[in-house]
């Protein structure tokens, strides 16, 4: 099994910030196999990325993914309101599909 | 507009069951795969089930194996999660999730439900 370390733990952070959230694997990804959601409270997830740097449909272009083998990023070029949320990596190279632990970006 | 809506979620005491159902709408039910994730208080998201959308392929993590079987009815777009034998572990919030990809298990969630409360205690 395939397992997702996401880092850091929290982020505090103010509207307009750039941050860069790191999710690493435990072994290599082929493919780039590599998805990342948004979590909100009470809210259905999102899919943000797909295949390590494609955004999906309806995604604003300040989210962006990059990253190859066990080091992949989620960069949010500039923090909007809505932004604040928990985010999960989520590899999908290997069975069983498995998720980070989630990073929490909350407001400063 | 792709919308999932679970339900069926609820209090059972251990060892009990309880049946899951996913209604989907907004998309070619019986063309994709469908999912269910769970996340417990408290954690991280962990996937638990898949179904291919004929129905005939199904995948369980090592975790439900045995105490879980997933099914669908093409007919009412809707999927199902029969839990048995249920523990305290398996309380979390169970969401439905449809696939997308190529092949088993490059398929990543494209889209998801709100999910539905499931309460294993005594």
């Known amino acids: 099994e395939i397992v997702l370390t996401q880092s850091p733990g929290t982020l505090s952070l103010s509207p307009g910030e750039r941050t860069t959230l790191s999710c690493r694997a435990s072994q290599s990804i082929s493919s780039s196999y590599l998805a990342w959601y948004q979590h909100k409270p009470g809210q259905a997830p999102r899919l943000l990325i797909y295949?390590?740097?494609s955004r999906a449909t309806g995604i604003p272009d300040r989210f962006s993914g990059s990253g190859s083998g066990t080091d992949f990023t989620l960069t949010i070029s500039r923090l909007e309101p809505e932004d604040f949320a928990v985010y999960y990596c989520?590899?999908?190279?290997?069975?069983?599909?498995?998720f980070g632990q989630g990073t929490k970006v909350e407001i400063k | 507009e792709v919308q999932l809506l679970e339900s069926g979620g609820g209090l059972v005491q251990p060892g009990g069951s309880l049946r899951l159902s996913c209604a989907a709408s907004g998309f070619t039910f019986s063309n994709y795969a469908m999912s269910w994730v769970r996340q417990a208080p408290g954690k991280g998201l962990e996937w638990v089930s898949t179904l291919v959308g004929g129905g005939t392929i199904t995948w369980y993590a090592d975790s439900v194996k045995g105490r879980f079987t997933i099914s669908r009815d093409n007919s009412k777009n809707t999927h199902y999660l029969q839990m048995n034998s249920l523990r305290a572990e398996d309380t979390a919030l169970y969401y439905c999730a449809k696939d997308q990809g190529r092949s088993y298990p490059h398929w990543y969630f494209d889209f998801w439900g709100r999910g539905t409360l499931v309460t294993v205690s005594s």
């Open positions: 295949g390590a740097s």
């Open positions: 989520q590899q999908y190279s290997s069975s069983p599909r498995t």
